[in-house]
């Protein structure tokens, strides 16, 4: 396993925009994003392979959000637009060894978490 450290939250209006960052500590295969709102499970948002060639993105935020990795710095990036209230959520890094997946059971490393809240 990979130790993974967040950055990037905060506190938004409706409309703007934040970066998270995610740095793992050694290689990883697979990078993804997911998010947890109080109450809720925790949700896929999104996930980049290694190479960067592949991508996927939840429905929700489809051509809102995008996802990038700098694999000279093992950081993965998510690029947020056009936030909603109901983006508000604990983002969480994770990072795989093995192949691209977007379910938790995929994902052998986690970050801590970082808080983002958009108002209206």
């Known amino acids: 396993q990979v130790q993974l450290v967040e950055s990037g939250g905060g506190l938004v209006q409706a409309g703007g925009s934040l970066r998270l960052s995610c740095a793992a500590s050694?290689?990883?295969?697979?990078m993804g994003w997911f998010r947890q709102a109080p109450e809720k499970e925790r949700e896929f948002v999104s996930v980049?392979?290694?190479?960067?060639?592949?991508?996927y993105y939840a429905d929700s935020v489809k051509g809102r959000f995008t996802i990038s990795r700098d694999n000279a710095k093992n950081t993965v990036y998510l690029q947020m637009n056009s936030l909603k209230p109901e983006d508000t959520a604990v983002y969480y890094c994770a990072a795989s060894g093995t192949s691209i997946g977007r379910r938790l059971a995929d994902f052998a490393s986690w970050g801590q978490g970082t808080q983002v809240t958009v108002s209206s």
């Open positions: 980049i392979s290694w190479s960067g060639s592949t991508t």
């Open positions: 050694g290689r990883t295969v697979s």
